[in-house]
């Protein structure tokens, strides 16, 4: 069970956007009203809230902003059993499209990893579609924590600060679940004026007990750094294994590649890789550039190191592992697509722009590549049909730019989220001889009618092998 709250003043113009989303998802949601003189308390109670108004003291606008969020906090609490969670947002926050949907199974997975927190990506918008991002502003950067989960024999309490106390107690942000559901600060969305005083009150708060004076003075900024707010997400994802130089020079040129891509202008993008034995990238991954890791730990090996790739069928285990953990995250967080990118891979910039431009539920880029030295022909990351049984003629159209469709595909391929459901995943089908997750993925998406696709016309480079360095 979830419950909800909000912390309001004057808010009747925009509370009523947070508090519809709360009541989606929520057994309960409370609104604590501080002393508001004009129609938050009706506009909240025709909602369906629970209300509870505050007449006198004006604790937000006096410096006691910690006994307004405790009282909310315990008030949520009073409808709480043991493992319920507690959703608190303000008047001025709401969720990103239909993000807040996915809050009840996030709760859940929390729950389920032992979490007692659950955290996503806060946005300070400066004008309706613009959010600041600068080295005082980058809370969507990091992650805020928005839900905690309840325990009746511990004691919590907000800190007692004046000004920036949190909505929950200090002791439920421990074990942490990272979300990437955005949620959308329209609190500085204002004049200069306002801007103004309000950054003298809150200096006036705070004394530099949190933040510095000149964090505060920033609000006046007459050029802050503004990025657009887009709609749709697109998560950027492949499992990494590295265990000598070449493959970590490697993987450094494809980190390069994927911040050089030319980024579409209706999509966030972000990236997530799975370290799989790899501790040492860790030191690599740009917090800054959107990215995130997760770590995969086991006995596995992998060896690159002869005339091809070694595969054994503990590592296919993992890789199915590691990417049905992306698909289930990018599904719960709300993205639109996964661009599966191998670590082996640099691709050209405009890669990601020209697959979305194609409008495809799934396509792939195409490269070329000698899957043993002995070779004398490189061979596509794609087939007609079966294993890998490629038409002659398919073959031959795939040497010239276009977009075509495929049998199967993989390594380079963006895919639509919406694609995957109970039976469109990585894991092996029963009694199916094929050897690769991207196989049997191909034939799960084919049998539940989706159609597969190759483009031909940015083909990246792929360091198989050291000598491709």
Known sequence: MIIGGILAHNEEQRIQRPLKQLLEICETVIVLDDCSKDNTVSVCKDLGATVISKHEGDDFKNGREYALRNQLYWSCASHCRTDDWIIIIDADQYFMNEEHKNLPFLTYKAQL?????????????????????DEFWNAHLMFYPIASRYNAEKQYQIPSEPIHCGSLPVETNTVKYMTDIRLIHTGWVMSDEKKKIKSEEYKKKDGGKILKDEHYDSICDKEPNLKTLKKGKILISAPVFVDNDWKLE?????????????LPDDYEVRRMFCLHNSPDLVDLIDFKEMEQYVAFEDDCEY????????WKQKNLQALVQMKNFVVEYAKANGYDYIFWVD????LQKQTLTNLLSKEKDIIAECFWTKWKDADEDANPNCWSYDHYTIIKEEL?????SGVYEVGGTGACILIKTEVYNR?????????????GEDRHFCVRAICNGRRVWLCTENPPKHLYRKSEL
Do not use: Q
């Open 396 to 400: 031959e159209a795939w040497k010239t």
């Open 113 to 133: 990893a032992g979490a007692d927190n659950l955290n996503i990506r806060l946005y300070d918008m400066w004008n309706d579609t613009e959010y600041r991002e």
């Open 423 to 435: 039976n469109v995943h990585y894991g092996n089908i029963p009694r199916l001889s094929m050897w």
């Open 303 to 310: 060896n690159c190191e002869g005339e091809t790739h070694e």
């Open 343 to 346: 670590a082996d891979l640099v």
């Open 250 to 262: 490697a993987f450094k040129r494809y980190l390069k590649s994927l911040r050089e891509l030319d």
